[in-house]
């Protein structure tokens, strides 16, 4: 049967046909499109998307290093870590962190403030980092958290380190740890790659000069992580890399035992090595708890610390600026010896007071030490005598000397808060003041006032360098195995004393700089500040040891915050009877045992009023205990292979 | 030609059996079993929820497919009205009646399970216009009076879905419409006069879009522009493509996929996941199969002797193809994200369903090749 319309059927079909072989071309067309593009994805991007992918899959979260701890020269850890608990939670991991926070209250004490501060730092970050709720809490309410674990999801109970500090008589040379802040973040470069949440750092002190090499390295744990950011499982874990340990030449029984002896008042005692600079001992007082500062100050702690006109926080016997006061006589003397100015024994007449173009220039002694030589000035600690002196040798050649003796100038590395104090000359004054220098500007820095300031580390370092003979020495307080020159030099004089060699060649071969012209100057001073010790007369006469063993050489000082009114001086106003704040402050430098210089020390009193009553007997108890753990130390120098 | 009717209709079962496509099955039945693996990856490697209703869907509508195929092409061709007004009217019933999911309103709920009308239409459609173009004489096909009733049952169900709003079937319903409208001869100058209305109403049309479906848009041309947000699903689905490489991640070990960075693994980007565990040769592999299903179905629009068979075949066909093509484009970011689920692979009833059903009735039109519909 044929249909009526089947030739238009035909037609049809043919123009369906040829409309489909168009489409046809067209699908051909789109489907090698789309192999193209799966073969610039598949085979010529691969490695950058497998990248972008690995990206994805892996997150890293940073493990704090634990840090090195600092031992003293008796391998005693002086900051040392311990184990701490804390409280950490991830955000992400807790379904209601607002119920999440009313439980741990009831657990932990936490107060409102800290719970408003969390809230705010979750609000800031990622849902999936950790924060810390916690960063030191007590054993009980570790134990307390983990009974009630099942009911606290997303938080986790860390058992980590921090440091802790035995003992607070080293706070200050020491440093104290704390957070990091923003500011450290940007000024310090080796932070950058370190920086991991509830780290902290060193913020003053030795923490802080060390805090690169102490900080060690960081560790990390990566986790396979979904796209909500949830661990899957861990698929590395680096422990990073404890900080490195460092050996001071601190002796904590010194630090201890001086700590205690100063501790009412404000003060510094430095004690240093006068062969390698060993620094033994450094305190400064009043101290403060630098555990305190690990988790976080508490403010009543903090406002107690710097409403306290001692000045606990400063560092003095680094950052404390003092006018060395007479204690300067001695490189007075050394300079005008070696300048030739004057003879040991020229003298001066002192009557109690010198008038200089109408101005008094008084001695402390009212009624006058008499006929003065050197010897005298020193032991009476006559300040006419050396307004002579000082007049004749005139201020330059003061300052190259205290210059040369390390006034002036910062004596550590790397310790921030150090200060270098001020060595004045007729150059200093114009640049700094922009005046010309008077006389009478001279007559004052004779005698360690004026312009005048140095730091008790500075005048320890004077005494060490006087005490051993007048070579220069580099204070340290990080130990190291380095040969002594010095005490090679020593010995082998001793050996040889017959020596043909000139010093100045000797000394070259020992890669010394001597400080003298003449070693004898020296010599002269060293005996000079002997009888000020242990004749009597001298300054500080009544606070000697009879035993020889014990002797010391010193000299003591005081240096004037306010000057005396003619009526004061007039009246005989006694320091004591001054207010606090206007007495001056004590100072005392020796060396010890006299007959074989082992050690230096300086102590500063502030507003102690005269050093040899204050500062000399201070001096004299630490010089003895320094004196009897000798023996010991001496032993672990050899044992250390340090040649004596 | 003539054919005595007797013979039509006295083709014995067993010829009805030896005429059915085997080629066009077999590469369906791989298929499906590919996408049974790839949706037992999307578990995770579990026998869970996904995996067994897709399992449970592929064999029920398969089977489905393989009875239509024996169902008379007169049959089709007979209710082909009927067929669209019914799901027509299920549409219509969605506006009504539907279930509403993140946003939008798309399902009826028939207990046993969630019907997507819209999916439906695409078949619908591609059958009511290979009716009536079949009916349509040449020389009235192009006469402005024929192109009332085109337009209008296209029109209307893309309002309706557009609305729900569901803009990528949307126009994928309207793709298989203008592919049977063009196949039958209408002219290109219409095509080209709605084109530029269309353009004309695009201003219109783009302020009643919805934010998301703008920012998918603006997205599209900038996957960059918010990488968390909307541009998310294209980034991770090409880090996921381009991590696979040339052999994949393997089997179960597409990280993308398994740590949930995939959106909608289980639906549109199915073929992402199996492309980053099994690489670019999975790839291919994958479209190979649907090269060799879309020349099976142009090839049995070939043999057809019908030009209502003619229609359906190479409509489907193209329409299947744009499917295709369209899922994998969007995956691979050379097209915005529409949401079309991939024929066959995606999990999805009504889209397997509606493809079974396409394919059932292009499976009748080989076996009744040289039976005449009217």
């Not at chain 1, 101290?287 to 508490?298: A, C, Y």
């Not at chain 1, 610390?305 to 490189?331: D, F, Q, V």
């Amino acid at each position: 049967m044929l249909s009526p319309s089947s030739g238009n059927t035909v037609i049809k079909s043919k123009l369906i046909g040829r409309r489909m072989f168009l489409l046809t071309a067209a699908k051909a067309i789109v489907t090698f499109g789309i192999i193209g593009r799966l073969v610039s994805l598949q085979i010529n991007e691969r490695s950058k998307y497998k990248t972008l992918s690995d990206k994805n899959r892996f997150r890293e979260w940073k493990l704090a290093p634990e840090r090195g701890v600092i031992r003293d020269f008796f391998d005693k850890e002086i900051a040392s870590n311990k184990q701490v608990y804390q409280v950490h939670l991830i955000p992400e991991n807790s379904k209601d962190i607002e119920k999440l926070f009313v439980r741990l209250k009831t657990i932990l004490n936490i107060t409102e403030k800290k719970l408003f501060y969390l809230k705010r730092v979750i609000a800031k970050q990622k849902p999936w980092e950790p924060i810390i709720v916690s960063d030191n809490i007590t054993w009980s309410e570790f134990s307390r958290l983990n009974l009630f674990l099942h009911e606290l999801e997303g938080v986790k109970p860390i058992v980590s380190v921090a440091r802790m500090y035995p003992d607070n008589s080293s706070a200050h040379i020491l440093g104290y740890v704390s957070q990091v802040s923003a500011k450290d973040l940007q000024t310090k470069k080796y932070l950058k790659d370190l920086h991991v949440p509830g780290m902290s750092i060193g913020k003053t002190g030795l923490e802080r000069k060390l805090d690169e090499e102490i900080i060690g390295k960081i560790g990390f744990q990566r986790y396979e992580v979904n796209a909500y950011g949830k661990r899957i499982k861990q698929i590395l874990i680096n422990e990073g890399q404890a900080g490195k340990s460092f050996k001071t030449t601190l002796d904590f029984e010194v630090q201890k035992f001086t700590s205690e002896l100063v501790k009412d008042k404000a003060a510094a005692v430095c004690v240093m090595d006068v062969y390698n600079g060993d620094i033994v001992s450094l305190v400064s007082s009043p101290t403060f708890k630098p555990n305190e500062f690990v988790h976080g100050l508490d403010k009543t702690y903090w406002n107690s610390l710097i409403k306290n006109e001692m000045r606990p926080l400063t560092n003095k016997a680094i950052a404390g600026l003092y006018p060395p006061g007479s204690t300067i006589k001695t490189l007075v003397a050394l300079s005008a010896l070696e300048n030739g100015v004057i003879k040991p024994l020229d003298t001066f007449k002192c009557e109690g007071k010198i008038e200089l173009y109408g101005e008094k220039f008084h001695c402390w002694e009212k009624d006058g030490h008499g006929i003065v030589n050197l010897r005298k000035g020193i032991q009476r600690s006559c300040d006419v005598y050396f307004y002579e002196v000082a007049r004749k040798l005139g201020v330059d050649r003061i300052s190259e000397t205290a210059k040369k003796f390390g006034l002036g100038k910062k004596v550590l590395n790397g310790f921030i808060e150090e200060r270098a104090g001020v060595v004045p000359n007729t150059k200093w004054k114009k640049k700094f003041i922009g005046q010309n220098w008077y006389l009478g500007e001279t007559l004052h820095s004779g005698i360690g006032q004026g312009y005048f300031q140095s730091t008790p580390l500075q005048l320890c370092l004077m005494t060490a360098q006087i005490a051993n003979g007048g070579f220069e020495i580099k204070p340290r307080i990080i130990f190291d195995k380095k040969n002594n020159n010095l005490r090679e030099y020593i010995k082998y004089k001793n050996e040889n004393p017959n020596d043909p060699l000139p010093t100045d060649l000797l000394v070259s071969n020992f890669e010394l700089k001597p400080l003298f012209k003449n070693q004898e100057h020296i010599n002269l001073i060293k005996d000079a500040m002997f009888s000020s010790s242990n004749e009597p007369g001298g300054t500080s006469y009544r606070h000697r040891w009879e035993n020889k063993k014990f002797t010391f050489a010193g000299k003591t000082g005081s240096s004037q915050i306010k000057r005396f009114t003619q009526a004061q001086r007039e009246a005989e106003v006694k320091q004591e009877s001054l207010p606090y704040k206007d007495r001056d402050h004590a100072l005392f430098v020796a060396y010890a045992p006299y007959n074989d210089p082992k050690y230096a020390i300086s102590v500063l009193v502030e507003h102690g009023g005269s050093g040899g009553k204050t500062a000399a007997p201070i001096a004299k108890k630490v010089i003895k205990k320094v004196l009897e753990r000798h023996e010991l130390r001496k032993r672990i120098d050899s044992l250390l292979g340090e040649q004596v | 030609m003539f054919r005595p009717r007797s013979i039509q209709s006295s083709l014995s079962i067993k010829d009805k059996i030896l005429s059915i496509d085997y080629i066009l099955v077999i590469s369906i039945f791989i298929l499906g079993l590919t996408s049974i693996l790839a949706m037992y990856s999307t578990d995770g490697g579990e026998l869970k929820y996904h995996t067994k209703s897709h399992v449970l869907r592929f064999f029920v509508f398969f089977i489905m497919f393989l009875i239509l195929s024996f169902i008379q092409i007169r049959f089709w061709h007979s209710q082909s009205y009927l067929i669209y007004i019914l799901f027509f009217i299920l549409l219509l019933g969605v506006k009504y009646f539907g279930l509403t999911s993140s946003g939008s309103k798309r399902w009826l709920d028939l207990y046993f399970m969630n019907l997507q009308p819209s999916e439906l239409m695409k078949i619908g459609l591609i059958l009511f216009l290979a009716k009536y173009y079949h009916r349509t004489s040449i020389e009235n096909l192009n006469r402005v009076r024929y192109l009332f009733l085109p337009i209008v049952v296209l029109v209307a169900p893309i309002i309706l879905v557009a609305t729900q709003p569901d803009l990528g079937t949307a126009l994928l319903i309207a793709a298989g419409g203008l592919t049977v409208a063009w196949l039958a001869g209408v002219r290109v100058k219409f095509f080209t006069i709605s084109g530029l209305a269309s353009l004309a109403l695009l201003p219109i049309a783009i302020s009643f879009l919805k934010p998301y479906q703008k920012s998918r848009i603006l997205t599209f041309l900038n996957p960059e522009r918010d990488p968390l947000g909307a541009g998310y699903q294209i980034i991770q689905s090409k880090i996921a493509i381009g991590s696979g490489g040339l052999f994949g991640k393997g089997f179960l070990q597409g990280s993308q996929s398994y740590l949930d960075y995939l959106p909608e693994k289980h639906t549109d980007f199915i073929f992402t996941l199996f492309s980053e565990e099994f690489g670019f040769f999975g790839s291919l592999f994958i479209l190979f199969l649907y090269a060799i299903i879309v020349w099976r179905i142009i090839k049995i629009g070939n043999v057809t002797r019908s030009n209502f068979g003619k229609l359906f075949c190479y409509g489907f066909g193209t329409a299947f193809f744009i499917y295709v093509v369209v899922n994998m484009m969007m995956v691979l970011g050379l097209l915005p994200i529409v949401g079309s689920p991939l024929p066959i692979m995606s999990y999805g009833g009504s889209s397997m369903m509606a493809i079974m059903l396409g394919l059932g009735i292009v499976m009748s039109c080989k076996v009744y090749k040289d039976t005449p519909v009217n």
